[in-house]
């Protein structure tokens, strides 16, 4: 039933690891989203996604690598863990488009990963 | 360009009280402006939102203001319940298009004591 969800919930690891966070929206959007919550719960958007092409990339570093295998799927995997990476990550997704009605992002609710 | 600035960043207020929280935005290209909502451990969710051609929209107690001119814009919580404790974005982006790039604001904190 949920619409937007992710998985895993928490993520406890060490510097240097390497870690995916899987997502899955089942609303029929076209269009997926990473944002990062900060310690301060500052949101920024990450990468966006429509029909599995790359959309925004938003000066992420190259060790954040984003995977798309379908419209209904977005990945995040993340290479050589640093403690700077500690965060809440939120998948979203939207349906694009000029109709008054679009534009919301529906979020998931989110993965917790502690780099130690 | 791209900021979106917001305040306050915390606020508490008496159950039945008014919240007020403001946002103001330098890119004039911005032309969608919703308000977000987020409890502990939750994303967030959509709350109102507003186009720039409208001053005022209003959904039962929550109303957002808009003044194009001054590039702010405002949520007011009429009536405050201890239920709407929680912490609110505003957000800005340039509407239509493939994607919905939010640029979110630094969140505000409402404690709503009863």
């Known amino acids: 039933d949920t619409a937007v969800s992710q998985t895993p919930k928490y993520l406890v690891t060490q510097m240097g690891n390497d870690k995916s966070i899987k997502c899955e929206q089942n609303l029929g959007h076209d269009t997926m989203y990473w944002y990062k919550q900060d310690s301060k719960k500052f949101l920024k958007i990450m990468f966006s996604?429509?029909?599995?092409?790359?959309?925004i990339n938003e000066t992420v570093p190259n060790r954040f690598s984003p995977k798309s295998p379908d419209k209904a799927h977005l990945n995040l995997h993340i290479n050589s863990l640093e403690l700077g990476d500690s965060a809440v990550y939120f998948c979203?997704?939207?349906?694009?488009?000029?109709?008054?009605?679009?534009?919301?992002?529906?979020f998931g609710e989110g993965s917790r990963l502690t780099v130690l | 360009q791209q900021q979106v600035k917001q305040s306050p960043q915390s606020l508490i207020v008496q159950k039945g009280g008014i919240s007020i929280i403001n946002c103001a935005y330098e890119n004039t290209a911005f032309d969608y402006f919703p308000w977000y909502q987020q409890f502990p451990g939750k994303g967030p969710a959509l709350l109102i939102a507003?186009?720039?051609?409208?001053s005022e929209k209003k959904e039962g107690r929550f109303t957002i203001s808009f003044n194009k001119s001054a590039k702010q814009f405002s949520l007011h919580i009429m009536d405050s319940q201890p239920g709407d404790s929680a912490t609110y974005f505003c957000a800005a982006s340039i509407f239509g298009g493939a994607t919905n790039k939010l640029i979110f604001g630094t969140g505000t904190l409402l404690a709503v004591q009863p």
């Open positions: 996604y429509n029909n599995k092409e790359l959309i």
């Open positions: 507003i186009r720039p051609d409208v």
């Open positions: 979203a997704s939207s349906q694009p488009g000029f109709n008054r009605d679009t534009g919301e992002l529906f």
